[in-house]
């Protein structure tokens, strides 16, 4: 079956870095566009960033765009999110997303704290 597992997160000051990782098992990784996705304290779901297939293109949130950079290293079946400038708003449970004929799948999420 589907298994995403991310990994990285920690408890960061304000503008520092951190790399999440996620582990996919159970489908094809090098055939789905792969996707992050946070979720804040007491909000919804929020769109991060996406990369293609072959890495030859990729999305930012404009809450994101210039700070984080994602990527994908098909052979070892993971994706890497590169996260730059953090600022206190980019607190939040990271989870990695495929979906796959319509279903969509995340992991259990690693948390990202952003404080002095």
């Known amino acids: 079956q589907v298994q995403l597992v991310e990994s990285g997160g920690d408890l960061v000051q304000p503008g520092g870095s951190l790399r999440l990782s996620c582990a996919a098992s159970?489908?094809?990784?090098?055939?789905?566009?792969m996707s992050w996705v946070r979720q804040a304290p007491g909000k919804g779901l929020e769109w991060v960033s996406d990369?293609?297939?072959?890495?030859?293109?990729?999305w930012y949130a404009d809450s994101v765009k210039g700070r984080f950079t994602i990527s994908r290293d098909n052979a070892r079946n993971t994706l890497y999110l590169q996260m730059n400038s953090l600022k206190p708003e980019d607190t939040a449970v990271y989870y990695c997303?495929?979906?796959?004929?319509?279903?969509?799948?995340w992991g259990q999420g690693t948390q990202v704290t952003v404080s002095s």
């Open positions: 990369i293609n297939i072959g890495s030859i293109t990729t």
């Open positions: 997303q495929v979906i796959i004929l319509l279903q969509t799948y």
């Open positions: 159970g489908f094809t990784f090098s055939s789905y566009v």
